[in-house]
């Protein structure tokens, strides 16, 4: 099956290995999670397993979620996501799965989302210089500058360029971050501590799911 599962990040800290080596670490509280339904191509035209994280009290949760979970056994969860797998194997509806999926994975891909920032401007969001602070520089110091000159391939039209660079919305989005290094498992408090970023804000909802694709020092690696 994937070695799918939901949780939250906790937050930074720090994990010494045995020689004193000091590592930087992320924190995820990783499940547990509950199966709340399984997919077959016979049926859904495609397998996956579905599962659901954090309970949520009855009176948050719609008449549709409550029915849902029920016929897997379940109070009804706060996050619903699914995994597809090419075979659904022996797991079934009800089941729990918590942080020991884990054990021997080496490296996850950590899917959330990004802080938002609101409407940023083009420093911010782009990380511009900015026009000159200077004598005789008119109080546009902040500004992106003239966009006239960026209109369509060919330099003429009358709309800028797609994807051109400008202030607006930045953040609260949808970031994965890959192959990210497992440090530590501690499968009595369902905690996994990566090394390096995870997307969103401490308490936020993360989806955690084994490394897809690797480069080829880290696939070196995993093959030891």
Known sequence: MSKTLLGRKVGMSRYFLEDGTNIPVTIVEVGPCVVTQVKTEEVEGYNAIQMGYEDVKVGRATMPIIGHDAKAGTAPKRFHREARVDEVGDVEAGQTLDVSLFEDVMFVDVVGTSKGKGFAGGMKRHNFKGLEASHGVKRAHRRPGSIN????????????????????????????CRSIPVIHIDSERNLLMLKGSVPGPNTGMVLIREAKRLNRKKTKAASK
Do not use: E, S, V, Y
């Open 149 to 176: 000159g960026h209109a369509t391939n060919l330099g003429t039209g009358p709309k800028p360029k797609k994807g051109k660079r400008m202030p607006g919305h930045m953040g609260d989005r949808q970031i994965t």
